[in-house]
């Protein structure tokens, strides 16, 4: 199967990529069958060879994640709502609906305790003067 990922390159600390084609078995510095792009991350600089990367894409190639964000930025691909990102975010939304809950749950526990208690304080003390 062909990929189409980053190929690491540059100095130390001073990374930038190639996107490339190749197989999905070779090492991710190996060599490719195909040059399709340049990305920098520091400056967000981004060249792609869009005639290439639409025939690669054609044949059946898969992006990695970050080489799919790219495409999408650069128009090539329609951007997609993956699996993956909607159980994410029906996880958060339903982590964010029980701790609103939980809050709900502890703050009416807090002023059933403060009911309890000003209801103990005002009880001895109407009992007291009947009791003079």
Do not use: H, W
């Not at 290439?52 to 930025?73: F, I, K, W, Y």
């Amino acid at each position: 199967m062909i990929k189409l990922r980053l190929k690491r390159f540059g100095k130390k600390r001073e990374t930038s990529f190639r996107i490339v084609a190749c197989n999905s078995t070779s090492r991710r510095d190996g060599r490719p069958l195909q040059e399709l792009g340049f990305y920098n991350p520091r400056t967000k600089e981004t060249r792609l060879d869009t005639d290439a990367l639409r025939a690669r894409l054609e044949q059946g190639a898969q992006p990695s994640d970050t080489v799919r964000t790219l495409l999408e930025r650069g128009g090539l691909l329609t951007k997609s709502v993956r699996p993956a990102e909607v159980i994410g975010k029906l996880k958060q939304e339903e982590a964010r609906k029980k701790e609103a809950a939980d809050a709900k749950a502890a703050a009416k526990a807090e002023a059933e305790a403060k009911a309890s208690e000003a209801a103990a304080e005002e009880a001895p003390a109407e009992e007291a003067p009947a009791e003079a």
